[in-house]
């Protein structure tokens, strides 16, 4: 193991994003993570597609190819005594034990007793709501329940949700980050502690200044679509997406210079004193009198025009084109790497999110289901072949 903390074991016996993403980040970092999963069907991601092909398959979807990436797969069925004996042997080696499962409340598998048998133990959970709270959850439940998903879309319609699982990756974020300070706290003291991470708690934090907005002013955030949202007619705007001949660019004006988008655009309008005295109040009218000058431009032009003047506008990238990398900019910083899998081939995979010089970033596959049962069980925790044969029998492993 190398890495920023490769003395760090961890034994994951979460399900979904919001654990995923929270040992990914830590197994990212060079801790080992032991991903413990249920035999036969595995972690839920698993099953989340897309998948490598387009052809179902438990070892090729891409959440689990991302997710479970740089981690080690033992499957290990929990609700037996036998099972359960193991991974308290499991625990025992460990640093941090955690669970959680985006869907609903997390299995306490008895964690205050854990707790208390390993008072060094750091022990994690990550769910929809508070441990014990067993309301069945999804993404937009918890975007819902915590007022985010009244803040995006048109005014004039319906809430609209964010693309994919942002709540649960924020609550990953935060498990991981709980789990770091506790580990440090320990540093000090010797003594771990419990770690609770709440998806609709860190969905809730994204937003906080709505949250203020009512508790100082009482008045709630209305939804402003892709205009500045809770500001009064004397904030800067644009800030904004518009169309233009192929596709989308954002368009932000320059905040020392505002009447640059009037030079760009000859649009003299745009450099009024009472249009740049409230910007914000006059949007509907800047946006028709930008829409002249982007309708016949492609992204790439209106860029090039606005950038020349240091005007930050900026192409909105498909999925696409960023893997493609039609700037160069990721090439630059080896942001994208090929990973060899043995069922799904070789398999783009995204790096670091954040860089350390001295303890890089481990870029590795992600395990199939229960690969590394005989490392662990006979390897580490003492087992025989005979014994391990009789465990996946009886369905315990």
């Known amino acids: 193991m190398t890495g920023a903390l490769a003395d760090l074991r961890v034994i994951d016996c979460s399900e979904g994003v919001a654990g995923g993403y929270c040992t990914r980040l830590l197994a990212g970092l060079g801790a080992d993570v032991i991903k413990a999963e249920r035999p036969h069907t595995g972690d839920v991601l698993r099953r989340a597609g897309p998948f490598a092909g387009d052809v179902p398959h438990r070892e090729t979807s891409a959440l689990h190819l991302h997710l479970n990436a740089a981690k080690r797969s033992v499957t290990l069925d929990v609700s037996t005594r036998t099972g359960r004996t193991l991974l308290d042997r499991l625990i025992a080696t460990a640093d941090v034990l955690l669970v959680g499962d985006d869907r609903g409340s997390p299995t306490s598998l008895g964690l205050d007793a854990i707790a208390a048998a390993r008072p060094a133990l750091v022990v994690a959970t990550v769910g929809p709501f508070a441990p014990g709270d ?30 994919g699982d942002q709540s649960a990756h924020q609550g990953g974020l935060h498990a991981a980050l709980g789990i770091l300070a506790a580990l440090a706290a320990r540093d000090a003291d010797g003594a771990g502690q419990r ?17 203020q907005r ?13 205009r500045p949202a809770g500001f009064s007619a004397e904030r800067l705007y644009p800030s904004t997406v518009r169309p233009c001949a192929d596709g989308h660019v954002h368009v932000h004006c ?144």
């Open 254 to 397: 320059h905040n020392r210079f505002h009447d640059l988008i009037s030079v760009l655009m000859q649009e003299p309008r745009l450099a009024a004193p009472d249009l740049l005295a409230t910007p914000l109040g006059h949007a509907d009218e800047i946006d028709a009198l930008m829409g002249r000058w982007l309708a016949p431009r492609t992204r790439v032009e209106a860029v090039n025009e606005a950038q020349e003047l240091r005007i930050p506008m900026t192409e909105v990238l498909t999925p696409g084109e960023v893997v493609a990398d039609v700037h160069g900019q990721h090439a630059a910083r080896g942001f994208f790497a090929t990973v060899a899998h043995p069922v799904a081939g070789d398999v783009m995979q995204v790096g670091a999110p954040m860089r350390l010089d001295a303890t890089p970033w481990r870029v590795e596959r992600a395990p199939l289901l229960g690969e590394h049962n005989a490392q662990v069980y006979c390897g580490e925790l003492g087992l025989s072949g005979g014994d391990l044969a009789m465990l996946a029998a009886a369905g315990v492993v």
């Open 134 to 163: 067993a309301r069945p959850s999804t993404e937009i439940v918890s975007i819902a329940a915590s007022g985010y998903l009244s803040l995006n879309g048109d005014p004039d319609r319906a809430p609209v949700k964010v693309y």
């Open 195 to 211: 770690v609770d991470a709440s998806i609709a708690d860190a969905a809730g934090f994204m937003h906080g200044g709505a949250l």
């Open 214 to 226: 009512w508790a100082q002013l009482g008045r709630p955030q209305v939804r402003s679509g892709a």
